[in-house]
């Protein structure tokens, strides 16, 4: 299928001493190519000669009139519709947070007390974007509430970084060693199959997730990536979170495109009762918090899988799924520092260093739409069954480091970010956003509905 795929645009790209543009590109590339394989499966709705076409089925979802795509020997190569990867388009993808505005304000992306601090002998890399992390930060550094830059800066200059590191780990707070560039072995992707269960048909489809329905677990930036994109491309995404735990305003108008949202606190038993009846008829999980996290409600892959046969749950850590950080909490600047990123990307001074994008996060979330939808095809092509699928931030960093050739830029073609943005009305006002990368022939150009809310959508199935 590879023959499938081109690539145009800027090479200057997302510069770095890693090969981040390289990383970029094929993750949405991996993710298009899964998109348009499954589009071809369900007939993409086209008619004899070519063009989108078909109406709309029976329960109103975009699609033709012929009978369900059931098992069948694969897509030959020829029916996948071509897919051409625009690098500027994926590179104002990656950080399209930064380029994110509600009514010409720009959010702020890092809290103060989130960055680089020199510990007392070395560097340290603290995460404090949310109220109670911030809170448990001070509280482990013995610090009181109105704490600044400043006095943060100086109680850690006396501290060892590894002392840090775990005095925030026993706190619930997030702190991290720097430490130089390692080999990793963290798998890219982690696949399994569960049972011989045969999924439910799919009627062809203008879309290829169209009529698919996912529950979106997820928060702050890869799981939430993957799921717009699914919602992208015709899924009906439902985010759940708890009500006991905040989430920023902001970061949800960046990636709540295309889904919607509620809030079900899963201890009291009418809200459960809702998410059992949501779970009972959907195709898709996508959890992103930590390993166990989730076990003590019900909700391990196994018990997920058991109660709804055929499901595919896609799980999204970010230390890994083995070793003693597996059940750490992490966020991408935080992998960076403690896999070697942020040290082999350090300047002259010795001073820690940042890929030009959080492209763990990004690029995580590409490759887990891409298992979604290749898992899709899989079961429809003659091996049914339900899927657990297991991706990471520290394999993709590992497979950043380790896994990408760095290959010198083709072309110096200039980049325009301003090409891969657009303009939007939503509940948080007028919106300037990034435009999906996701690209093959018929692919949508844009979502279907801006963001929503956070958490003020009902719990129930389109």
Known sequence: MLERVSFHGPDTVLPARLPVRQLARATVAACSLAAAELSALRGAGRRGDGRPGGGRRGDGQPGGGQAGVGPREGVAVEEVPAVRIDQGAVATAFVSERHLQIDGRTPVSFAPLSGFWQAADGWVRTHANYPHHRAR?????????????????????????????????????????????RET??????????GETAPRPLPAAALPAAGIRVLDLTRVIAGPVATRTLALLGADVLRIDTPRLPEAEDAHADTGFGKRSTRLDLADP?????????LATADVVVSGYRPGALDTHGLAPDALLERRPGLIVAQLNAWGWTGPWAARRGFDSLVQAGVGIAATEAGPD????????????????YLIAAGVLRALTDQRTGRPGGRHLRFSLAGTASWLQHGIATVPPLNDEPYAPGAGLAETDSSYGR??????????????ADWARPPGRWGTDEPVWL
Do not use: K, M, N
Not at 185 to 194: G, K, N, Q, Y
Not at 270 to 278: I, M, S, Y
């Open 185 to 194: 072995t963290h798998p890219l992707a982690e696949i399994r199959t569960v």
């Open 137 to 181: 930060l001070l509280t482990a550094l013995g610090l009181p509430d109105g704490t600044g830059p400043d006095q943060l800066a100086a109680t850690l200059r006396d501290h060892p970084a590894e002392w840090i590191q775990e005095r925030a780990y026993e706190a619930g707070a997030l702190a991290v060693a720097v430490v130089p560039a």
């Open 270 to 278: 009418a809200a459960r009762a809702a998410f059992e009846d949501l």
């Open 431 to 444: 919106l300037r956003h990034a435009l999906p990368p996701v690209a093959y022939d018929g692919a949508p």
């Open 350 to 365: 010795g001073h820690p260093g940042v890929l030009p994008a959080q492209a763990l996060d990004h690029g995580t979330g």
